[in-house]
């Protein structure tokens, strides 16, 4: 018997099974939002658009600022410069001693011939010259017109070679210092024209007195605070001629910068206030100092002690007459030549060295920032260290238990009260600026 196959049957209940798993799958439980435990999160469609081209940012330009020049330190070349004296050598003027010396005639050049640029010189004259001119590179400036006997002048056009001619006068030359370009050693001094109108006026007898009596005065007042402090001396020392050198190297020190009033009148002892009377003209110190007061128009005067300090007929006279000026140069019909030039000053404040009534005391002892530190006292020091030909004496700046002490002063004269504190010269001065 032939076995048969039954193919058919098996393909239905093939079919069968696929249609009752379609149907399972359609009937399923669809899972509503309440009923999850995260939300589904909603879609936006952004609409496709054309994406914008991205402008970059423009760095701002920037302008050029000028640079700051730092100035380099100038090189003293002086003794490598050649120098000779219408065509002779001399190494006199440059070997740094006020003592060696030459004299000159007018009409004399001085030739200085050197390896590098020269930018400036400093000349120190023995005695206040005339008017001279310098010549560098056909071009040529015109100097002494100020009077000064330590000079500074800067060449007209930079050069190796240089020519100092005196034109109008003759001259006494001590030393002549060469720079190249650059800043100036401190010890270089770069004089300002006295003031037109001062702040303080102090009156010295004679150079070295600044330092001794007034002592912090200027160091303190013109090097520290820069308050306009001008000096004036009674006399001069033209004939010990080493110290008019040592008067400007003392101010220098102390950190002055105006040129000094030098007056007329010669040097000379004197034991007391009449004997000085008999030795000077009572009348032209007046005139002098009535000038001096009008020109200036000071806020603050300083003076000597009306006791002369260590007894001293110059400083006696020289205070006694401060004490008259001061009235007289706020009266028109007092010294008439010098109110037509610059009119009546009325002095608001008087200060006398050790003066007994309305005293202050100065304090001397604050370390000054313009000094690295330093107190005006050890600058009273320093300046009066400039004046080594009086070192023979037994003069010293001196405070504290001293008959001489440098912090002392009495208000002689007051036209804005009486000082209160007592420890500041310009106490109750106003200034037009404030």
Known sequence: MVKKTFRFPILIITVILILMLMLSSCNKTEVTPSETSLPSPSVTVIPETETPSVTPEQTPEQSEQPTEEVKPDAKDITKKVYIDIDGHYSDKLSDSDYYTKLSLNKGASINITAA??????YIVWDRIPGEWTLKSNGEMVTGGKNGYIHEYIELPASSNKANIELTNSSATVCDVYVFTYGNLPQWAQIWNTPYEDADMLLLSTHADDEHLYFGGMMPYYAG?????????????????PYRPHELLNGLWTVGMTS???????????????????????????????????RRFKPEVVIGHDLKGEYGHG????????????????????????????????DTPKLYLHLYEENKI????????EKFNGLTA???????????????????????????YDCRWFGLYRSLVGPDINKDDVFENIVFENE
């Open 116 to 121: 590098e640029q020269i930018y400036s010189l």
């Open 224 to 240: 520290e605070l820069g308050y306009k402090v001008q000096i004036a001396y009674l006399v001069n020392h033209w004939k010990e």
């Open 259 to 293: 040129y000094p009033i030098i007056g007329e009148f010669d040097d000379l002892y004197s034991p007391s206030l009449e004997h000085a009377k008999t030795i000077y003209s009572l009348e032209e110190v007046l005139d002098y100092q009535v000038e001096l007061l």
């Open 314 to 345: 110059g400083h006696m006279l020289n205070a006694y007459a401060l004490t008259l000026a001061v009235e007289y140069a706020a009266d028109a019909t007092k010294y008439v030549s010098s109110y037509d030039k610059y009119g009546l000053w």
């Open 361 to 368: 005391l100065m304090n001397w002892d604050i370390p000054l």
């Open 377 to 403: 006292f050890e600058m009273a020091v320093k300046g009066y260290g400039c004046h080594k030909s009086q070192h023979i004496w037994s003069f010293a700046v001196r405070q504290g238990e001293s008959q």
